[in-house]
Structures are given as structure tokens and as C-alpha cells.
């Protein structure tokens, strides 16, 4: 009962008000815009100088709604079956909570309208992956399309007397040197070679290290062509080749023991401490583990993170996992953007937000006052100072979030960002030619755009059968057979029916 | 104040005649009644005013349409629970854990509080007691906490001491889902057996101390005593306190269990309540978390009835 009456009390501040077009005290206010975004650090405050230059700038008043990042999914659930949807929400476009209320008409459909905003369409090919079958509800906030990588330990692998790896074999040979050879020279045996944390959620896909691989042995990007039809990843026998060398790693020792329970927050902490060598993840890791290890050593730390790009599997082939080359929406509240012309209204300012200047601002900072153009590069100044101090943490905590057409990345039209130091401009010059390397052998998700409605229905009970069972197989309490059976198990209870609805939607959306 | 609470005196002459009306009855107790009042409303707010929400285990419900837009779906989500691949498992661990607790957790501070009573020394008596309350007070983040830096593989130091002293290979074992339900029930053991243990101390106060020396006189030795005196002393108090957790033994600890769940103990883990929590809010599938509530709680009431009677048939006083 406790928990029933939990759910129902968090909605039941929904009941009066939620009755399909929204209560009298919803009016939005032509001046001010609500935002609700993730959040990495402290709230800023209104009266900061960031808020009040963007505010001038669009010469509106904004008001954020500020949650941290690792409540955010469960916050946008309660706050969907609440009556406090703001203006314009971050929003995961494909959760089954967006899909249900956007599907009952809580938010602005802009397929048709979007175009006529030049700096929201962004590239038409991600604007329709982050349509929920080619409905679009927002402006995508634009990330990296490629950003998979190895970040290994670039000291250990002199020490060890190995070259950067090219192949899978070539990274099995150097986790077996980082875990036998004694890399860290200390005379003990207390080192292994790939780190992997816990990966958190049940969504299959999730560009955890066990998709990379998956990926590199030629599985799909989830969902990939087979015999003319759409199939999951986990349904073909590249998948099962990936997790064997995933399992045979695992099993002998060359991952970290807690690898099903390291959080993912610390996932930096045995590179940096020289417990582990290897990561798999996406290359912007390389800028904080360079942050680390320069606190630890000033002098050395650039000689200590070698990145490379996604790797050959065995018999030199090669696929790249791309990612969606986005990160959630920012979608309309119907409730509050009543008509047609406060929409156009609302729009409008997205849209200035979304240019260069706007972008500059959310991404940036103020200009002068936090940092100077130099080269097209934005270089940090007056750091010491803490009010700048106190606008640039507001930029990067917090505001960055905001920005469609950038990120941190070295995607977007706001300035790059470049430490002066020379390791971290060779990493960012090295990743550009990585990236190009890669995206060649990118092999991209077709089901990007397409949302199955049994999926959504049933994705709650589906979802953690095969994430758990694979995990299972890797740590060896379940064979493969058993695996094969568990994904039979996930095909019976509504899979079979949810690769009908992927077939079917991407053949209509003549992807 | 003190003048108006107490009975009023009977009056001969109503003996004699009519009833007293209901209004004079309210009017002569008004004190009694304003003091219902504040636990009545608290009551209709928070407990009864959201069971309206429960509807929407019958809807497919869509905040947005609200409770009268939303379509309505009869059993559909009952017979998705039912038919679906979940009911099996949660209902197995459910009811496992609860078990483990009736067996484990719930003689345990009714022992603690016998053996606290033979203490002779009241200084130890109480300085133990105090110290076994003390878990009572901590969150159970902390308490999971203190469980992964004691027991993960790599860095739990008790994890290794066990690895050095019996060998073998070593152990996750917050990770094994064998291992899952000794620590949860060691967890809850460890947090509330010593606060549980005050209301049974509190009992055992209340014994008449002429029953002990009767009891020597006819030659009883301590654990005659125990056995002749103190426990019958205490029934009534282990009946209440048994009616009690019938009624939220598929209660598990939401935070407890969420904290310790990883994808490899998942099967052994999910609970009714994890579960609901899991589906309503973080996947945003309200009706079908409603449904998985709503059945746990009509279970809930059914074992609350169900052992009350019990203890009525086996002759001890129910809660009603």
C-alpha cells in the first residue's frame, strides 16, 4: 500500500489541474520563459552575472528550474504528472513519460514549424533522431556524433613495452601486460588492465564499454540489418564473439574485480591511482583524467594518457560506435505556450538563444570578462577573481546546459575552448583526426528516430532481461545458453513484437 | 480543563428516564472531540484523500489528461502483472524476505530483551542497551555504505579478512545475489533490533516482581523462571507487536533494498515496493505501478485480518 499511495500523492497534485489543456494559473507569462535543465554544481543564483546578461541579451526574464543531474530522469517523471510543466523542458525524447504525455497533446508538436527557425534545425539528419517517429518536439542540444575511445595509460605501456593497440587482440595483450608485468613497477602484483564501473540503468544501449565492444566485433548499434530485417544487437553471433573476449578478460583477472559495483563517479579514481590502465568510454574522459593527474604531477602528467580510437576486432575489421549526436530535447509545454502566436513568441527566443551570440553566451561566458577570443579559441582570464570565478562555474555547471548548438565537446558554433597547456591541445588536435578516422567506419543505429510502442509499453519489465543477463554471462553465473535462453525470454514477452514495430516504423520513415 | 474531561456524574433522574440525545453527548465530550480532530484530518489528507488516486490502476492514465481524460482500462494492468514475467519472482522474494524476517528479525529483540533483563548490573545493562539503539538512528545510505566499504571485492576490508583467514577465492559479496538476502537481513538485524528491543524491555518492567518470588519459593531456577513467568508477562505485547508486522510484511525497506541492487542480484532483489518504484518513477509507467501497489496492499490488509483472527483463535486478545 506504501508504495501505491507514494505514487498516487506524487500525482495527486496533478489530478486538478491535469484536464487537458491546463488549470486557470498556468497562463504563461509573455515576459518571463521557464526552464527546467540538469544541473552539475550549485544553483546559480538569479541575480548573478550570467543570468542577468542573458537576460538582457533576449530581453526577457528567465526562470530555471534547476535539479541535479542524477535525479533528472525521476524528476521529469514527476514533474510530467504535475502541474508545474515549464515553458521549455530538457527532456529525453524517446523516455516512455515524454512519449505518453507528447503523444496526449501536453506538448507542441514542431515538425512543420522548427524549419522556419534557422539556428534550431541544426543537421536535419540528428533533428530526426530525436524525433519520436518523425514528430519533432524541440531543438536537439547537439553532441559530438563520434566520441567512443581508449584512454590507456601511456606510461605503463612504455614500462610494459607495447604499442598503442590497433586491434582487440592488440588491447588484450596490453590489459594481460597491465595486470601480469607489473606496469606500476612497486614489485606487487596489485594492478589489472581495463576498468569498467557499474553501468547504471537497464537500457540495452546505452554506449556502455560492453556496447563499444559489441560494436567492435560487428555487432549493431542496437538495432542493425540482417538478412534484409532489423534485429537487436544482442541477436547476433558478432554480439556473442564480443562478450567471450569481454567474458575471457573478466575471467582471467585483467578487470577490475568490482566491476558490476564501482560507481560510475569513480571511474576515474584506479587510472589516476594506478590501479587500472585501460578505459573505454567517450574521449572527452581524456581532458578530466588529465585534470587528475595533473594535481597529482605537474610535470609528468601529459607523458601519462595515451587516447586512441575505436579498435579492429581480430580479423582487422573495423566499426566505430557513434553515437546519436544529441542529448535530449528541448520541448514546448502545451499547458503553458497556449497558442499559436506565444509558441511563435517562445520560438523566436529559442531561437535567438540558439544563435552564435546566444550560444557564446551559455557556453562561454561574458566575453572580457571571463575570457578573450584568441584564434577562434576562448581563453579563460581573470580566474583568480572569484566573481568571474563565480560566472564561469555558472557556465559550465549549469547554463551550458541550456545551449542547443554547443558543448563542451568540439561540436557547436560557440568558441572552442582550449587549455593553454600543450597535453591537452595535442589530445583535442589528435581527437579531431581520430574522429575523422573513425566516423569512415561508423556504423550508425537505424532505429534512432523510431520509438516502438510496445517497447514503451513493456519496457519496464523487458528492459533489464538482457542488460542483467549479460552482465550475468560476464561474471559467469549464467552460460551462454542460458543467456541465448534469456533472450528468448525477452522475444517472448513482447520482443518479437517490438522488432515487428522497428521494422515496420523505420520502413515507413524510409530511413 | 482537568474539570471537563473527567466523566460526567449520572445523574439519577436520566437512569431513570430517556437516553441522553447525541448532540448533548457530543456537547458534554467537545474537548475529547476537537482533540480528534487535528489526527482525523491528518488522516483524510494524507491517507484517505490519495487512495482516489488508485483509480488509475484501472486507467491508462496520462498526467496530462488527468484522472477524468484518461482512458479506462478495467483489469488490464492486474492481468499485464498477473500473466507477466515479474509477478513469479517478486512475489518469491517478497515473501522470502518476509519470511527471513519473521524468522530472524522479529524473535530477535524480544531474546535481546530477556537477556538484557537477567543483566544484574544496571550500569552494563544500560550502556549496552544504549549502544545497540544507536543503528536505529542512522540513515540507511549510510548503512549501505558502510556495507559496500566492508564487503566489495576490492576494497571491503572485512570482504578480505575473510578472503585471508578461509582462502579460497575471493568474494563480491555485495554483488552475488546469494548473498543478497544474509545481508539485507543481517543490515535490518544490525539497525532495529536494538530499538524494537525498548518496547519489550519496557514490558518486562511490568512484571510483578511477587511472581518471581513465588515462583523461587516453588523451587523455579532461572530459566523456570523465564520460561513460567516472564514470557507469559510479555505475550500479550509479542501478539500486538506480531499483529503489527503482518500487516507490513510485504513492507519491505524501499531505501534498504534500492541501495543494495546492482544488475547481478536484481532477480534476487526486486521487491514489490523497489518494483513499484522502479516502473512508476523511473520508467514513468504509472497505472502498472499503481496496480503492483494496490494488489501489495490489499495483500497487506489480508494478512492484518488474517493474523488477528489467528490470535483470537489461539486465545490471545487481537488489536480488534
Redesign the interface.
Given at each position: 500500500m506504501a508504495g501505491a499511495l507514494m505514487l498516487t500523492t506524487a500525482l495527486l497534485a496533478s489530478a486538478c489541474s491535469g484536464t487537458g489543456g491546463g488549470g486557470e494559473s498556468s497562463q504563461a507569462d509573455a515576459n518571463t520563459i521557464t526552464f527546467m535543465t540538469q544541473l552539475f554544481g550549485t544553483a546559480p543564483n538569479p541575480q548573478g552575472e550570467l543570468h542577468q546578461a542573458i537576460e538582457k541579451f533576449l530581453g526577457k526574464k528567465i526562470k530555471v528550474t534547476w535539479v541535479p543531474n542524477a535525479d533528472y530522469p525521476e524528476k521529469v517523471n514527476v514533474t510530467l504528472a504535475s502541474a508545474n510543466i515549464p515553458d521549455v523542458m530538457v527532456v529525453d525524447p524517446k523516455s516512455p513519460a515524454f512519449g505518453k504525455a507528447a503523444e496526449a497533446g501536453a506538448f507542441w508538436d514542431l515538425t512543420d514549424k522548427i524549419k522556419k527557425y534557422p539556428n534550431l534545425v541544426g543537421d536535419e539528419k540528428v533533428l530526426l533522431n530525436s524525433s519520436i517517429n518523425g514528430k519533432i518536439y524541440g531543438p536537439y542540444r547537439t553532441r559530438p556524433l563520434l566520441r567512443s575511445a581508449v584512454m590507456i595509460r601511456a606510461d605503463w605501456l612504455k614500462k610494459v613495452g607495447l604499442e598503442a593497440p590497433k586491434t582487440t587482440d592488440d588491447l588484450y595483450k596490453i590489459a594481460e601486460a597491465f595486470t601480469k608485468k607489473d606496469p606500476d613497477g612497486n614489485g606487487k602484483d596489485d594492478t589489472y588492465g581495463l576498468i569498467i564501473p557499474k553501468w547504471p540503468g537497464t537500457t540495452f544501449a546505452a554506449s556502455s564499454p560492453f556496447n563499444v565492444m559489441d560494436v567492435w566485433f560487428g555487432a549493431p548499434n542496437n538495432w542493425g540489418e540482417r538478412d534484409g530485417k532489423l534485429v537487436p544487437e544482442f541477436d547476433t553471433p558478432e554480439f556473442f564473439e564480443a562478450n567471450r573476449f569481454m567474458k575471457k578478460m573478466i575471467d582471467e583477472g585483467l578487470v577490475n574485480p568490482d566491476w558490476n559495483t564501482l560507481d560510475t563517479a569513480k571511474w576515474n579514481d584506479p587510472f589516476v591511482q594506478g590501479k587500472g590502465g585501460i578505459i573505454i568510454d567517450v574521449d572527452v574522459r581524456t581532458t578530466q583524467l588529465l585534470d587528475l593527474l595533473k594535481e597529482q604531477d605537474p610535470q609528468t602528467y601529459g607523458d601519462k594518457v595515451l587516447t586512441v580510437g575505436n579498435l579492429a576486432r581480430p580479423d582487422g575489421k573495423k566499426f566505430s560506435l557513434p553515437f546519436s549526436g544529441y542529448k535530449d530535447i528541448l520541448a514546448v509545454s502545451k499547458q503553458r505556450v497556449k497558442t499559436e502566436a506565444q509558441l511563435d513568441e517562445l520560438l523566436k527566443t529559442l531561437d535567438k538563444l540558439a544563435s552564435k551570440e546566444g550560444q557564446v553566451l551559455l557556453t562561454n561566458g561574458i566575453e572580457g570578462r571571463n575570457f578573450k577570443v584568441e584564434n577562434g579559441e576562448a581563453v579563460l582570464i581573470n580566474q583568480e577573481d572569484p566573481k568571474v570565478k563565480q560566472v564561469q562555474d555558472d557556465v559550465d555547471k549549469a547554463f551550458i546546459q541550456l545551449g542547443t548548438q554547443a558543448s563542451t565537446g568540439t561540436t557547436g558554433i560557440a568558441y572552442p575552448r582550449v587549455p593553454p597547456e600543450a597535453p591537452y591541445r595535442k589530445d583535442l588536435a589528435e581527437r579531431k583526426e581520430r574522429v575523422a578516422e573513425d566516423l569512415k567506419t561508423a556504423v550508425f543505429d537505424p532505429s534512432l528516430p523510431v520509438v516502438s510502442p510496445t517497447a514503451v509499453a513493456k519496457g519496464a519489465t523487458l528492459n533489464p532481461i538482457v542488460t542483467d543477463a549479460r552482465i550475468k554471462y560476464l561474471a559467469g553465473q549464467l552460460s551462454e545458453d542460458e543467456l541465448k535462453a534469456e533472450i528468448k525470454r525477452w522475444y517472448d514477452g513482447g520482443g518479437t513484437q517490438i522488432a515487428q514495430e522497428i521494422n515496420d516504423l523505420v520502413a515507413k520513415l524510409g530511413q | 480543563m482537568a474539570t471537563d474531561l473527567a466523566p460526567p456524574p449520572v445523574k439519577a433522574a436520566k437512569v431513570a428516564g430517556h437516553k441522553p440525545d447525541r448532540a448533548r453527548t457530543l456537547w458534554r465530550y467537545r474537548w475529547l472531540y476537537l482533540l480528534l480532530i487535528p489526527g482525523l484530518a491528518y488522516f483524510i489528507v494524507?491517507?484517505y484523500?490519495?487512495?482516489?488516486?488508485?483509480q488509475?490502476?484501472f486507467q491508462d492514465?496520462?498526467?496530462?489528461?488527468?484522472?477524468?481524460?484518461s482512458e479506462w482500462v478495467g483489469f488490464k494492468h492486474f492481468v499485464d502483472l498477473f500473466t507477466?514475467?515479474?509477478f513469479g519472482r517478486l512475489m518469491y522474494n517478497t515473501l522470502y524476505l518476509a519470511f527471513l524476517n519473521v524468522i530472524f528479525v522479529f524473535p530477535a529483540p524480544i531474546i535481546v530483551a530477556l537477556m538484557l533483563n537477567e543483566l544484574r548490573i544496571n550500569i552494563l545493562k544500560r550502556s549496552v542497551q544504549s549502544l545497540i539503539y544507536i543503528p536505529h538512528f542512522l540513515s540507511w545510505t549510510i548503512v549501505a555504505s558502510l556495507t559496500?566499504i566492508l564487503f566489495?571485492?576490492?576494497?571491503g576490508v572485512l570482504a578480505g579478512w575473510v578472503h585471508e583467514i578461509l582462502g579460497g577465492q575471493?568474494i563480491?559479496y555485495?554483488?552475488q545475489?546469494d548473498w543478497f538476502r544474509p545481508i539485507i537481513i543481517l543490515q535490518t538485524l544490525w539497525k532495529t533490533t536494538g530499538w524494537t528491543t525498548i518496547i519489550y524491555l519496557a514490558a518486562l518492567a511490568g512484571v510483578n516482581h511477587e511472581l518471581y518470588e513465588a515462583a523461587r519459593m516453588d523451587g523455579a531456577g532461572r530459566w523456570r523462571q523465564l520460561w513460567h513467568v516472564t514470557l507469559p508477562a510479555i505475550r500479550p505485547t509479542i501478539v500486538v507487536m506480531a499483529i503489527l508486522m503482518s500487516g507490513n510484511l510485504l513492507?519491505m525497506s524501499?531505501e534498504q533494498i534500492w541501495l543494495m541492487t546492482?544488475?547481478?542480484n536484481?532477480?534476487t532483489a526486486d521487491v514489490?515496493?523497489t518494483f513499484?518504484?522502479?516502473?512508476?518513477?523511473?520508467?514513468?509507467?504509472?497505472s502498472?505501478?499503481?496496480a503492483?501497489?494496490?494488489f501489495?496492499?490489499v495483500v497487506?490488509?489480508l494478512l492484518i485480518f488474517g493474523s488477528n483472527w489467528l490470535a483470537k483463535r489461539l486465545g490471545q486478545r487481537g488489536l480488534f
Open positions: - | 494524507f491517507k484523500v490519495p487512495m482516489r488516486g488508485l488509475i490502476a492514465f496520462v498526467p496530462f489528461l488527468g484522472y477524468n481524460g507477466g514475467p515479474d559496500y566489495s571485492v576490492d576494497y575471493k563480491d555485495v554483488a545475489p513492507d524501499f546492482n544488475n547481478l536484481r532477480a514489490f515496493d513499484v518504484f522502479y516502473v512508476g518513477i523511473n520508467q514513468g509507467a504509472f502498472y505501478a499503481t503492483v501497489g494496490l501489495k496492499g497487506g490488509v
